[in-house]
């Protein structure tokens, strides 16, 4: 089993941790058969798999039962989309969390987003709930939405203006035991440099289909890649292509 330290190793600025983000046991095969050194599952493909829409519509119950079914086809570092914890109060998404752990689960993401609602969680009050994440000892992904936020509005994500609270967030997240620190929505490269320079633990970005290769967010210092819903998208696309073909003949 991989350790915690063994997966914070991984997230190199440089060299970063490419994941392709699964759904079951049949995207964890694929992507272990194409070359992943760790598996992530993405809130949003798991839960359409089981029929649920994403923001922790899902049973938490069923969350587990997914992650033991990956985990029977792959001996491969998993950290899991914990969201924000399914829980409303910090001691239940301490015991969440530790549930994850007891299954050998290695790390999680966890996002400042108001599942349900608008706006961040406040960044004190974030930081608090990371610090209990952390200390059943997951590997914490700490996700701010300030960029998807407004990527979500249709407006300009890529605003100079938005770093700031951005940086206080990292720096907030990495004081309370965050190993990583997951940026979604952001494309351009010269604000991500700036954020990958003055973050204090290394920087997780989303592709989005308007960014850099993967080798230029390398030399953007980036740690870790992540591939969101783009996946499960494109799987449940094709599929939808084969459907409609099928039954218009």
């Known amino acids: 089993m991989t350790s915690v330290s063994e997966f914070a190793a991984m997230h190199v600025p440089g060299n970063p941790l490419v994941l392709c983000n699964i759904w079951d046991a049949a995207s964890a095969r694929i992507a ?5 050194k760790a598996l992530a599952t993405g809130s949003s493909a798991l839960a359409g798999a089981l029929g649920f829409d994403d923001a922790q519509a899902i049973p938490f119950d069923m969350l587990i039962g997914a992650v033991e079914r990956i985990q029977a086809v792959s001996d491969l570092p998993l950290t899991v989309d914990f969201e924000a914890g399914y829980s409303d109060d910090l001691a239940g998404v301490a015991e969440n969390a530790q549930r994850l752990t007891d299954m050998g ?23 608090e709930l990371i610090a209990a994440v952390a ?5 914490v992904n700490a ?9 979500r509005a249709g407006e300009n994500a890529n605003d100079p203006e938005l770093l700031p609270e951005v940086l206080e967030r990292g720096h907030a ?9 997951f940026i979604p929505g952001l494309s351009d490269s010269t604000l991500i440099a700036v954020i990958c320079e003055k973050s204090p ?3 997780n970005v989303m592709r989005l289909p308007d960014m850099a290769s993967n080798a230029a967010l390398a030399d953007l210092s980036v740690a870790r890649i992540s591939y969101g819903p783009a ?3 494109e799987a449940m696309a094709a599929f939808r292509r084969i459907a409609e073909a099928a039954y218009s003949a």
């Open 143 to 151: 996700r701010t939405d300030v960029f998807l936020e407004r990527l």
């Open 32 to 36: 272990a058969e194409a070359g992943a």
């Open 135 to 139: 200390a059943t000892g997951l590997f």
């Open 201 to 203: 633990i290394p920087v």
């Open 173 to 181: 997240y990495a004081a309370a035991g965050a190993g990583s620190f």
């Open 105 to 127: 689960v290695v790390g999680c993401n966890f996002e400042d987003q108001v599942i349900g609602g608008q706006g961040l969680i406040e960044t004190a009050r974030q930081a």
């Open 231 to 233: 996946p499960w998208n």
